[in-house]
Nanobody
Framework: VQLVESGGGVVQAGGSLRLSCAASERTFSRYAAGWFRQAPGKEREFVGAIRRNSGYTYYADSTMGRFTISRDDARNTVYLQMNNLKPADTAVYYC????????????????????WGQGTQVTVSS
């Protein structure tokens, strides 16, 4: 699956951004999709993910309550709505996908995903 992220940019602390991840695969609805981020000098970390069928989302503690993941399978697109952004959220954000054959995926590690986008920069100024 080829993934292309968009929607990154510069925003002030407390502001919002919505990232999009467009997939090339027509059967993208069969995949779980995750969002990760990587700040300079740090490892790539889990942000949140969504199972196939949009029925279940799960988040890292640092983003829960501020970030929301959704998907539109008709458009083969996954979204990451980010509210109340903080300077600590500054990073390159990556979309990832992995098959979810039983609809019960709970993938929170980078090695559980086999498709990645190129990333989009999010910068939060104080």
């Amino acid at each position: 699956v080829q993934l292309v992220e968009s929607g990154g940019g510069v925003v002030q602390a407390g502001g919002s951004l919505r990232l999009s991840c467009a997939a090339s695969e027509r059967t993208f609805s069969r995949y779980a999709a995750g969002w990760f981020r990587q700040a300079p000098g740090k490892e790539r970390e889990f942000v949140g993910a969504i199972r196939r069928n949009s029925g279940y989302t799960y988040y890292a503690d640092s983003t829960m309550g501020r970030f929301t993941i959704s998907r539109d399978d008709a458009r083969n697109t996954v979204y990451l709505q980010m509210n109340n952004l903080k300077p600590a959220d500054t990073a390159v954000y990556y979309c990832a996908a992995a098959p979810d054959p039983y609809g019960n995926a709970r993938y929170a590690n980078t090695n559980e995903y086999d498709s990645w986008g190129q990333g989009t920069q999010v910068t939060v100024s104080s």
